[in-house]
């Protein structure tokens, strides 16, 4: 007789996450019952409530793992560019990461769960990506690309805009021809705003 492999605590979890994610960008938030993910993990409910609380703490774990990927696409220089695209680069990336993950961006942004409320440790992942941008200023600014400021308030006003843009985007409210070209000129416009004075 076989002796049946236990899996371990991290594997449960990369399941359990994994399945989560798919039901998410295949089916929406409603889709994330416990029943659900558990069976789409091939778990027991009863395995996925001994390594998560319940469905809130898999959607905490999918926000924080969201936002981590987020931070770093943002954090991604393009090869061959310097410190001066930077925030072109990292607008590119933003857009890129909602388009590529529509329902995960939405959740991490704009849609509420009820009785949701983040971990300490999901809001910490949450703050890295605005401190990616903060760097980036900080970066541009030394080098005089971008106009004297705190670099935290010249992050909010950019991503105020790009989130909006991309935002309108995701629920198809978007009369540009060209897209893609919209938003490059709406990032070549935040750059020249930002100029030095």
Partial sequence: MAVRQRTSSAQIEDLV??????????????????REIARKAGVAPMGLYNHFGGKLDVVDALVRQGHDRFAVALDQPVKGHGIKDRLTDAGLAYRAFAHANPRLYQLMFMQSVTGYEPSTETAISMGRSIQVLVGHITMMQEQGIIRAGEPLEIAQQIWSNVHGYVSLELFTINFAPRPEEAYRKLLDDLLYGLGPR
Avoid: K, S, Y
Avoid at 17 to 34: F, M, R, S
């Fill in 17 to 34: 996450i994994t399945a989560a994610l798919a039901l998410l960008e295949d089916h929406g938030v409603e889709a994330l019952t416990v």
